[in-house]
């Protein structure tokens, strides 16, 4: 444990009674801080100790800044303020036996899959005699959980077995032990250059409200876009099922980078912090996402880029990069250790989003759909084919959005296959072109289905020489939900 005096001394700051018509605050210096969370007026940040060159977890709240009496640790924390079970403040962060490698350049978090032997543990942010404790419902003893949130007692977490590629997002409601599988995310193909150990999945960022989690998914190596890791963000709803892509985020190899993060899943439009350069020029957005409808706002930060963003209720604290951006990879977990940066704490009103034009979100990477966990599974097919089944139903959301169907097929000798769509109203069309090579992994078409509720039959027709095999899936789209 330490004790508040063993860090640098610290800004003691009243803040005023805003005027009304103030739209931002500056609350507080904020040089060396990184990973800024809040709930009910409490912001918590990970700050770097010059003393011991280790991060520590401090605390604005009612223009006081403290250090929490949280050991210190080699990465900044993956903290989550939330609500316990009773409605009140808390905070939640892993602690690890081998912390993860230290962040640099526009990544917003440590790399948790990394991490090895952590457990989840909380610490109270209201009351007297406040005391960390580990949170056993999501601790095991033989892998390692980290980027924990907590709404209303229920706690969500990434679960990864030490040196594993790929985690599990898993939530236990409030009140049970009884663990709950969530969304995950894509999984990208990995044709060449593919070692052990190369290829990974990590959940970056998490946050949970009422209903849904929305969370930054990191993918690195194999067959991804750009200089070789990419971040996704989703949001998935805390009864299960497929999560919903809302942005993604890639730096480019010649020139300009995109990148969500800090998102809040506290409402919906869950609402996130989108940094991006088409080439030398970084600009930072407060944004939303409809997580049922797709659509999108989005409002420029005030003042300057935005290294991270939290939001509770109407406001949105966030760390304002001050000083020369163009010295500062920003939105990254270690933007404001740059001197260049003079960051600032900063309270803003929740902006006016301007609506943005309707994109479809996908992830840039080239992904495997069977193991990206959608409900695509390969089927034995007729003439020694394996075809792509694609799942009964797909989800509705986002509903403004087309939703994809994927068809493919693989095969060892020579053969043809012709794939069928037929719609309820009986219109049969073809989807893609004729295939004439086996796709031992990738896809060969797609089709769209248009709207909520629509459905179609998919037919693969195949041929070898004077032979013919047919096989049929039905396919449908969730309704759209009611309001």
Not at 192 to 200: L, Q
Not at 336 to 349: D, G, I, M, P, Y
Request: proline content about 8%; some cysteine; glycine content about 10%.
């Amino acid at each position: 444990m330490i004790r508040p005096r063993q860090l640098a001394p610290l800004l003691l700051l009243a803040v005023l009674a805003p005027p009304a018509q103030a739209a931002d605050i500056v609350l507080a210096p904020a040089a060396n801080t990184s990973a800024i969370t809040a709930y009910g007026g409490h912001v918590v940040l990970s700050r770097l100790d010059p003393a011991t060159n280790r991060w520590a977890l401090v605390r604005w709240h009612d223009g006081v800044v403290d250090a929490l009496p949280v050991t210190q640790r080699s990465v900044p924390f993956d903290a989550d303020a939330g609500s316990d079970a009773t409605g009140n403040p808390v905070v939640v962060y892993s602690r690890c036996a081998t912390e993860p490698p230290a962040v640099s350049g526009l990544a917003p978090s440590p790399e948790w899959q990394l991490a090895r032997g952590c457990d989840v543990y909380a610490y109270p942010l209201t009351g007297t005699g406040a005391q960390e404790h580990k949170l056993t419902t999501a601790s095991s003893a033989s892998q390692s959980e980290t980027t924990p949130s907590m709404w209303r007692g229920g706690v969500a977490f990434a679960r990864h077995a030490d040196g594993g590629a790929t985690p599990k997002l898993l939530y236990v409601p409030a009140g049970s032990s009884k663990l709950r599988r969530l969304g995950g995310g894509a999984i990208q193909t990995c044709a060449s250059m593919c070692g052990p150990g190369s290829v990974r999945r990590s959940v970056d960022q998490l946050d949970i409200g009422p209903s849904r989690a929305a969370y930054v998914w990191r993918m690195t190596g194999g067959n991804v876009y750009g200089v070789g890791a990419i971040w996704n963000l989703y949001a998935a709803s805390l009864k299960g099922g497929q999560p919903t892509p809302l942005d993604s985020g890639v730096i480019s190899g010649a020139c300009g980078f995109s990148l969500p993060s800090s998102a809040s899943a506290r409402s919906n439009p869950i609402r996130y912090l989108d940094a991006g350069a088409e080439c030398d020029t970084t600009e930072t957005n407060f944004t939303r996402a409809d997580a049922v409808t797709g659509l999108h706002g989005a409002a420029p930060t005030p003042g300057g880029l935005a290294a991270g963003a939290a939001y509770d209720g109407d406001t949105v604290y966030w760390l304002r990069v001050a000083g020369n951006p163009s010295e500062v990879p920003v939105p990254g977990a270690a933007s404001c250790t740059f001197a260049a940066a003079r960051c600032e704490l900063v309270a803003s009103s929740l902006p006016a989003f301007a609506d943005q034009p309707l994109r479809h979100q996908g992830s840039p990477s080239d992904d495997d759909i069977v193991r990206s966990g959608v409900g695509y599974p390969w089927d034995r097919g007729p003439l020694g084919t394996t075809l792509l089944r694609p799942p009964a139903r797909v989800p509705c959301a986002p509903s403004l959005q087309a939703a994809y169907v994927y068809t493919s097929a693989r095969w060892s000798a020579k053969r043809t296959v012709r794939t069928l769509r037929r719609d309820a109203g009986g219109r049969v069309r073809q989807i893609g072109s004729l295939q004439t090579r086996s796709r031992p992994m990738g896809v060969n078409a797609i089709t769209k289905l248009l709207r909520c509720g629509d459905s179609i039959r998919v037919t693969y027709i195949v041929k070898k020489g004077s032979l013919t095999g047919r096989m049929s899936f039905s396919v449908a789209r969730s309704p759209e939900p009611k309001a």
